[in-house]
């Protein structure tokens, strides 16, 4: 054995900092274990002695089998914010209301508040925001978005002297695991979602997954972080999943992509004059090389595309208790350490942005079409693609008995023609239904 | 287009920062042009605004086509560190010396210190972080690692509070190219190579990246920082990938495994107790799903296996200009901010940790051997194995004239017994010559 010696010894007293904890779920308990593992470990590096003072939850009463004492529960979540032994305020109840009142009272107080609740940020995050810089205390939330992936961080500071041209992120669990188990065991979108909440990866209601809206409130906190500008939720156009077929996913792999479930932020707007972003949610198809493609299951990863940093991939579990109680760990160590010298991270001051409406954008798109099975059908319908400047770059047809089914994939164009397309198509005696519709990225 | 109202304009009084570099090679001139094209950026974000003050060159009269004043330049290093008008210092010049005087004359000073220089900090970092921790000042070098990869923040700040399992990356893009152009196109060692260096990928004299002396100064920085303890680049067991043939590629795609580069940091104690760190670097066969397996040409990533978090992959562009300049501005804008608000990051206290010698450790391998083909050689050969408790989960003979060669996966052994078992082999009259010999991970 090679001994290291030591560079030296820390003998520096330990400032003591306690926590007022809100919410104690899968992530709240989590959290309380592992910051009983690791207090030790913390303290000597950092100097930290972190403690839960107050745990806010409903029922304090009820056994949780955590090693803190049963008097921390309280059913008083504004005494876990605003008593006097409370030094950071760690949110992990979820949801808007008491959350919000709570969080901009912790930050009123000038404590430094660790969230990991998106649908507060991405809704209420400019009046948070505002709050906490007013205050001059941290405001963190690397669990919010991608669970374990450090994301924010990497975002806030080690990019904040990068030209983010575009960030493309797999950003929800469940409807990647849907997508995985689509592709790869050719299960319909019906089976693999009922797999996946036998599993407990998706909620008895999925809707907030499927439809895209988790996904598009991480992309609103992307958005906000990466470019240094307000983007509500509200502001992000979201598509789900829910149409994509077995059909589509066998189609995907013979052209060479894989589906994924996307959010898509990026600067839209030509150099010089105002920011201009584009942010949106909707499954795409991506090539098999694309860095995304290999991503699988419930994972989560996101790729950053900048003009001097060339692309990196931040890569992780999306989900689960201790991956995101270790996100809010992070954080948590990160406030107390800056309460303890008092200082703060910052969110940087928060510009103005125009968001490109989503039918000015442009992109490939792969569409399904069933059709007559009759000479003069496809060019018939190819008529339709020429005269709204729609170029077709591949297709296939394969017959369905008296009918067909013909595959586009079109080279980039406008949103809106393409809609113009589907809109003519749909009308044309011909087609006898409009299939898919999903968009081609990476290429 | 829909308008977002800005949360709030910046109307604080901006703050001046003024830089001293030392280098303007590749990564300092692309570090000056970034600096230039983002400072108004940074500027309206931070609320800092960051100015060149002195370049320290050794020919400062040359031209070099950057947007600054040419009396930037000057071949006083130390003005560059020491001058009333440096507020932070950023070294890009490489090497021990000078660098590692100046930077300590910079500490010294209270001045932050921003550097990518991996040499400098595997082998004297133990002085640097003493002095920077004594002056209580940042001392930042995201870009010494993975080039544009955001890696050392995560390790010290988001995952300051993870129990980290084992580091394996992929962080010198050299050897990463040329094993991947050898497992795609079938080239030799020797071929790959020349083909690196005719791109600019690999260097004349290629020792540093080839024998691995690059990959191990990066191992013990990530050593250091993901368990706060101080590992020296003296502590690194390297192998190079001199050794790797063509036809170690094609057994590995038989076998189902990528051949990778890698360096792997691992906690190899049990638990409680010191703490104790395999610290090492190698060729290694991963399988072909392995998170890192994907990685090609000239690109790092390292996957952090937590305990907590489970696992995370930071992905990207390990060298080159615009990338390392990308990485330094992050730091440079970090200790800007800090040196404006009197903070500082902390790399925490360093503890101390025992290496634990190779030969104690586990590992698969791959073994290629040439035998005498003729009845009862691979009885003689396993025979070897089985006598120094060496298990053999694969085997594939081929016949080669008289002779044939095989190849043998272990099952997991220890490093002492395998060496055992080749230096038992090389005397059999039987085997006529040892072939490779690489370690196989992640199974």
């Known amino acids: 054995m090679t001994a290291i010696r030591p560079l030296q010894r820390y003998r520096e007293a330990v400032v003591q900092i306690r926590v007022g904890l809100l919410g104690c779920g899968v992530v709240g308990a989590a959290l309380v274990r592992l910051l009983s593992e690791q207090r030790e470990v913390i303290a000597a590096r950092?100097?930290?002695?972190?403690?839960?003072?107050?745990?806010?939850?409903?029922?304090?009463?009820?056994?949780?089998?955590?090693?803190?004492?049963?008097?921390?529960?309280?059913?008083?979540?504004?005494?876990?914010?605003?008593?006097?032994?409370?030094?950071?305020?760690?949110?992990?109840?979820?949801?808007?209301?008491?959350?919000?009142?709570?969080?901009?009272?912790?930050?009123?107080?000038?404590?430094?508040?660790?969230?990991?609740?998106?649908?507060?940020?991405?809704?209420?995050?400019?009046?948070?925001?505002?709050?906490?810089d007013a205050a001059g205390v941290d405001l963190l939330f690397e669990a919010a978005v991608g669970g374990a992936v450090p994301l924010i961080?990497?975002?806030?500071?080690?990019?904040?002297?990068?030209?983010?041209?575009?960030?493309?992120?797999?950003?929800?669990?469940t409807t990647n695991y849907v997508l995985t188990q689509m592709a790869e065991t050719g299960a319909s979108y019906e089976q693999a979602l009922g797999e996946a909440q036998s599993l407990g990866y998706a909620e008895a209601d999925p809707t907030a997954d499927v439809e895209g809206h988790d996904a598009g409130?991480?992309?609103?906190?992307?958005?906000?972080?990466?470019?240094?500008?307000?983007?509500?939720?509200?502001?992000?156009a979201c598509e789900g999943i829910t149409g994509v077929t077995a059909h589509d996913m066998e189609m995907a792999a013979r052209f060479g992509y894989v589906v994924k479930p996307v959010a898509v932020v990026e600067r839209s707007g030509g150099a010089g004059g105002d920011l201009?972003?584009?942010?949106?949610?909707h499954p795409a198809m991506l090539p098999?090389?694309?860095?995304?493609?290999?991503?699988?299951?419930?994972?989560?990863?996101?790729?950053?595309?900048?003009?001097?940093?060339?692309?990196?991939?931040?890569?992780?579990?999306?989900?689960?208790?201790?991956?995101?109680?270790?996100?809010?760990?992070?954080?948590?160590?990160?406030?107390?350490?800056?309460?303890?010298?008092?200082?703060?991270?910052?969110?940087g001051k928060l510009g103005r942005a125009r968001i490109r409406p989503i039918d000015e954008l442009e992109s490939a798109f792969y569409i399904s079409l069933d059709v007559v099975d009759r000479p003069g059908v496809l060019a018939a319908v190819a008529d339709v693609f020429g005269r709204h400047r729609v170029s077709i770059?591949?297709?296939?047809?394969?017959?369905?008995?008296?009918?067909?089914?013909?595959?586009?994939?079109?080279?980039?164009?406008?949103?809106?023609?393409?809609?113009?397309?589907?809109?003519e198509l749909g009308r044309l005696e011909v087609v006898n239904e409009l299939g898919s519709v999903i968009r081609v990225m990476g290429e």
Chains 1, 2 share one sequence.
């Open 46 to 132: 950092t100097g930290i002695d972190l403690s839960i003072a107050r745990i806010a939850v409903r029922s304090p009463e009820r056994g949780r089998g955590l090693d803190v004492d049963q008097s921390v529960f309280t059913a008083d979540a504004d005494a876990a914010v605003a008593g006097e032994d409370i030094d950071v305020v760690v949110e992990v109840m979820g949801g808007i209301d008491p959350a919000r009142a709570l969080l901009g009272r912790a930050l009123e107080l000038g404590k430094p508040v660790v969230t990991a609740n998106k649908e507060l940020l991405a809704t209420h995050g400019a009046e948070l925001f505002a709050a906490a």
């Open 153 to 173: 961080r990497p975002l806030r500071e080690s990019l904040v002297g990068e030209p983010v041209e575009r960030v493309v992120g797999i950003v929800n669990g």
């Open 217 to 236: 409130a991480k992309a609103a906190i992307i958005a906000t972080i990466a470019y240094g500008a307000w983007v509500p939720a509200a502001a992000v």
């Open 276 to 281: 201009e972003l584009a942010v949106r949610v």
């Open 288 to 347: 098999a090389r694309h860095p995304l493609a290999s991503v699988r299951g419930s994972f989560n990863a996101v790729l950053v595309e900048g003009g001097a940093a060339g692309e990196i991939m931040l890569y992780g579990r999306g989900a689960g208790g201790r991956p995101t109680a270790s996100a809010v760990l992070g954080d948590l160590v990160d406030a107390a350490v800056n309460r303890s010298t008092g200082s703060a991270g910052r969110i």
């Open 393 to 423: 770059r591949a297709l296939e047809q394969h017959g369905l008995g008296a009918d067909a089914r013909i595959v586009f994939i079109t080279h980039r164009a406008r949103e809106r023609d393409v809609g113009a397309t589907l809109a």
